[in-house]
């Protein structure tokens, strides 16, 4: 399991765990409720590359980052740890 503090958003972590470069688990702390069971649901079985592709870059009310665009982030960080 890899935590990451998210940074600049309403939630405030994600917890990832990956096999290899899947994601097996998601789960967030934080932020709007329906949206972070949503997003999981979604992205569980996925690749990283393509959580990037999908999510990164998403802003959020004026902000320069979302939920999902943190997770992408996550995501390549937990993958490089692991190596």
């Given at each position: 399991m890899y935590t990451y503090?998210?940074?600049g958003t309403c939630s405030k972590q994600i917890?990832?765990?990956?096999d290899g470069n899947i994601?097996?688990?998601?789960?967030?702390?934080?932020?709007c409720d329906g949206n972070?069971?949503?997003?999981?649901?979604?992205?569980e079985g996925m690749?990283?590359?393509e959580v990037e592709k999908r999510l990164s870059g998403i802003s959020c009310?004026?902000?320069?980052?979302?939920?999902?665009?943190?997770?992408a982030r996550a995501?390549?960080?937990?993958?490089?740890?692991?190596?």
């Open positions: 503090q998210t940074k917890d990832i765990e990956l994601i097996k688990h998601v789960k967030f702390y934080g932020g972070l069971q949503a997003i999981p649901k979604l992205v690749t990283i590359d009310n004026g902000r320069p980052t979302s939920c999902g665009d943190q997770l995501c390549r960080e937990a993958y490089e740890a692991s190596k």
